[in-house]
């Protein structure tokens, strides 16, 4: 049975980093593109990062550029997402998620929630001191 994995959450004080992992089982993730979205009550999954599969390009939520960094091991069928110098604002759950893009509609489309069929259970990061 194909599925998602996350694991890496936790709590954190502010300044501090975790690394999410995501073990994708029994997906083609050599042509999947692979991304993180976070979720809080009561707010719609904000999209945090994608990667692209066919040629690696990232793409990031603005409030995050600088401080995560995405990453992928197709070897490993697992992706990654190092969050660095972490906020209080990005206490969230954490979601991982694949599927199948055209080409053509990653940069505009690949941090939209409604392209992605496939997700992981969500891992807590809180931020607090």
């Known amino acids: 049975q194909a599925q998602l994995v996350e694991s890496g959450g936790g709590l954190v004080q502010p300044g501090g980093s975790l690394n999410l992992s995501c073990v994708a089982s029994?997906?083609?993730?050599?042509?999947?593109?692979v991304a993180w979205f976070r979720q809080v009550p009561g707010n719609e999954r904000e999209g945090v990062s994608c990667?692209?599969?066919?040629?690696?390009?990232?793409y990031y939520l603005d409030s995050v550029k600088g401080r995560f960094i995405a990453s992928r091991d197709n070897g490993k069928a697992t992706f990654y997402l190092q969050m660095n110098n972490l906020k209080p604002e990005d206490t969230a759950t954490y979601f991982c998620a694949t599927d199948f893009i055209r080409p053509e509609n990653i940069a505009t489309m690949c941090l939209n929630a409604h392209e992605y069929e496939y997700w992981g259970q969500g891992t807590q990061v809180t931020v607090s001191s």
């Open positions: 029994r997906f083609p993730l050599e042509v999947y593109e």
């Open positions: 990667m692209s599969s066919e040629d690696g390009a990232t």
